[in-house]
């Protein structure tokens, strides 16, 4: 089945800039999604088909993917964003929703 | 506005059976695919189950196939997850997700989600 790979952690100061990688085979060839779940809440989507925002997600949030790796960056970090990031694709596989193993991203 | 509300969850028994619902509210439900996704304590996000929007079309993660049964009534705007022969590793919170295709085509990604609600198999 393919697999999804995200770093464990991103720690980030206020008013700079994250950068959250999503590993995958070829992954620029599938269709990239983004979730942001904060402790104790339900997932959100900020980012879909590699790097469009739903209606109410800040533009602050985008997303790019090419090659092997996808990325969800968010500019002007602010203190709200502090959250766990979930990206996650389509496969034509036996699972065929697969999500990445989540980053965990940490505002200093 | 969107609504999911998740419901059926508790303390079960290894072996035994749980019928998981989600009523649907705010948008035509007829109209979309609808999903199961898990999360067990502390771990990442797992799809479980989907079903399109006329129940013709239905998938299964591979750790619960044979074992768990989605389905859907359009009349009633709700999702259910039959979930038999639970093992502890099936403990986690179930999320209901809609999917944003209609009924032309899957988008294959989760727009809305339910607060979810917690399944605990032990003995």
């Known amino acids: 089945s393919y697999v999804l790979t995200q770093p464990p952690s991103v720690s980030v100061a206020p008013g700079k800039t994250a950068r959250i990688t999503c590993g995958g085979n070829n992954i620029g060839s599938k269709s990239v999604h983004w979730y942001q779940q904060k402790p104790g809440q339900a997932p959100v989507l900020v980012v879909y088909?590699?790097?469009d925002r739903p209606s109410g997600i800040p533009e602050r949030f985008s997303g790019s993917n090419s090659g092997n790796t996808a990325t969800l960056t968010i500019s002007r970090v602010e203190a709200g964003d502090e959250a766990d990031y979930y990206c996650?694709?389509?496969?034509?596989?036996?699972?065929?929703?697969?999500f990445g193993t989540g980053t965990k991203v940490t505002v200093l | 506005e969107v609504q999911l509300v998740e419901s059926g969850g508790g303390l079960v028994q290894p072996g035994r059976s749980l019928r998981l619902s989600c009523a649907a509210s705010?948008?035509?439900?007829?109209?979309?695919?609808m999903h199961w996704v898990r999360q067990a304590p502390g771990k990442g996000l797992e799809w479980v189950s989907g079903i399109s929007w006329n129940s013709g079309s239905i998938g299964y993660a591979d750790s619960v196939k044979g074992r768990f049964t989605i389905s859907r009534d359009n009349a009633k705007n709700s999702l259910y997850l039959q979930m038999n022969s639970l093992r502890a590793e099936d403990t986690a919170l179930y999320y209901c997700a809609k999917d944003p295709g209609g009924t032309a085509a899957m988008s294959y990604y989760f727009d809305y989600w339910g607060q979810g609600t917690l399944v605990t198999v032990s003995s």
């Open positions: 088909d590699d790097s």
């Open positions: 705010g948008f035509t439900f007829d109209d979309y695919a």
């Open positions: 996650q694709v389509w496969d034509s596989s036996s699972d065929p929703y697969v």
